[in-house]
């Protein structure tokens, strides 16, 4: 682009934003009104963010400065009074999004938080597995109070050759088929669990399906499985 | 003197069997006439949901969301598309929130109505069924006006809706509730206090509170049992705190708190709940505003992951979504409610009669795509 042109270009934007469209829809070259209709609208884009990113930047300053000394972020505040009771339990470092544990204790912990009352975490929400990928398998658990109305989430990863973690079907008892579900499609081992089988697919079904690098079985029953050619479509 | 036992017979009900509502079997343990054990056998559905949305962008899972609960497939929409903006910090505008809302509480209608009907229907009561399914045809005629398909939409999208409401819609859907309001009274007439209908519903498959939040039922099926928890008004989602209208909940007014009839009650009661709603959100919608305004060019949630619940016509549907920042999900993950429904009918159903099972089964109103997934 020459340097008129641009100069041009620049011209007509600014037209454009007083709100004159005349002048660019006048102009006969169709690739430089293309040119000058698209740096409008970029301009027009970049007016929208500045206005409107002043006040959310605000916001967050704010937010910082009020959770920074004791957090009141659920996952923090209650990490910290599991992490008080069950001394070394945490497995990483605490943060607002998650709690991470180790596998060891997890079921006298999952019994506590139930029956404490002042936590009463009455309600397994969901409970689903992850595939980290560098061999590792992950367990996630969102846990609700339907009594005081606060949730958290709790992870506990496993490496894949032992991908064990104690069952807690028996304190909340739709964990029971929500393990049984997270085995059927990642394979991690629930100890304790009293009805331990697949929960989707058959089964003699071989191995985990949403393990990343799961491959689908040739033949099922001498029923060959069809291959899709180029991964799923 | 000992009781006597007979020997046990295992009885298979389905995968094929019109009471199971879709293809579930029952592995069902009988002593005579009375259950002792029942197993719920499911996946004959399971059409690798999960897997799929591993492997396509955040939109592109909209439509598939829709043939989970099929019956319901507004909600499904609503529920995915209000995670992902959630994750993304995406606001939407007011039009598309009222629009939403509409179609959400429509949807309720319909979803309800047909859980009644095919209730009915399982007992024994074949016209209150055709009455219902009559109404239900004039909302999916809505729906189809709107959107031009009549069950399965993909109508919400992540930032808006496909279609703004056609001309006439808001008279279309006064007029619609106007002519339905009356109606609830001619079911209750035909069937709620029917005799036959009470006698074989109430004081069946008592559910307890507790038992119900340990494993996670939700919805009408938790409300039934006495519980005032409902996420519309308990942890608001898009503008449902504009609206006045009851959490309707069961108690025991022919037999006991938490049986068939308070489950088939209550949503009798919603159903009237969500007129209330309508009424609100046709009257207060805005007139003007584009429904594509907020569209993103690109959906790219930030890294990060997100569970987020709303209400359904089954209960709280929760999607926990994991991002890595791509334009494809690292992990969708759907909590179904009909899925926690079924895993308490081993708890609900064992002791009582064959017959019974049918009743009590009906009245979780499961949806088995949305199960099996």
Known sequence: MSADQEKLIAELVEKGLAGDMDEINAIEDRVLRGKVKSALAKA??????????????????????????????????????????????LDAELNDTHIQLKPDNWFEIAKWLKSEPSLHFDSLQCHTGMDMGENML????????????????????????????????????????????????????????????????PEDWEGYPLRKDYEVQETYHGIAIPKVKEGWE | MGVIHGEEMVLNIGPQHPSTHGVLRLKVKTDGEIISEITPVIGYLHRCFEKHCENMTYDQVIPYTDRCDYLAAMANNFGYVVAVEELMELKVPEKVEYIRVIMAEFQRIASHLLALGVYGLDIGAFTPFLFMLRDRERILDMFEMTCGARLLYNYMWVGGVSHDLPKGFVETAFQFLDYFEPQIDEYNKL???????????????????????????????????????????????????????????????????????????????????????????????????????????????????????????????????????????????????????????????????????????????????????
């Open chain 1, 44 to 89: 027009k884009r970049a007016a929208k963010t500045t206005t409107t990113a002043a006040p959310a930047e605000e916001k967050r300053v704010a937010e910082t400065i009020a959770d920074t000394p004791p957090s009141d972020n659920p996952n923090q505040k209650f990490g910290q009074i599991i992490e008080d009771t069950f001394q070394g339990s």
């Open chain 1, 138 to 201: 992950e367990a996630r658990y969102n846990l609700h109070s339907m009594t005081h109305d606060h949730k958290i989430e709790i992870r506990i990863a496993v490496s894949r050759e032992k991908a064990n973690i104690p069952s807690i079907e028996q304190i909340w008892r739709i964990g029971d088929w929500f393990e049984r579900e997270t085995y059927d499609m990642f394979g991690i081992f629930f100890d304790g669990h009293r009805d331990h089988r697949r929960m989707l697919l």
């Open chain 2, 191 to 373: 069937l709620t206090y029917n005799k036959i209908f009470v006698e074989r519903t109430a004081d069946i498959g008592v559910l307890p509170a507790d038992v119900a939040i340990s494993y996670g039922v939700s919805g009408p099926n938790l409300r039934a049992s006495g519980v005032k928890w409902d996420l519309r008004r308990n942890a608001p989602y898009s503008i449902y705190d504009k609206f006045e209208f009851d959490v309707c909940i069961g108690d025991g007014s022919k037999g006991t708190l938490g049986d068939c009839w308070d489950r088939y009650y209550v949503r009798m009661l919603e159903v009237k709940e969500s007129v209330k709603i309508l009424r609100q959100a046709l009257a207060q919608i805005p007139k003007d505003g584009d429904v594509h305004q907020a569209l993103p060019k690109k959906i790219r949630p930030p890294k990060g992951s997100i569970y987020s619940r709303t209400e359904t016509p089954r209960g709280d549907l929760g999607f926990y979504i994991e991002s890595d920042g791509s334009p494809i999900p690292n992990r969708v993950k759907m909590r179904s409610p009909a899925f926690t429904a079924l895993a308490v009918l081993g708890e609900l159903a064992g002791g009582w009669m064959m017959s019974d099972v049918i009743s009590i089964l009906g009245s979780l109103d499961i949806v088995l795509g949305e199960i099996d997934r």
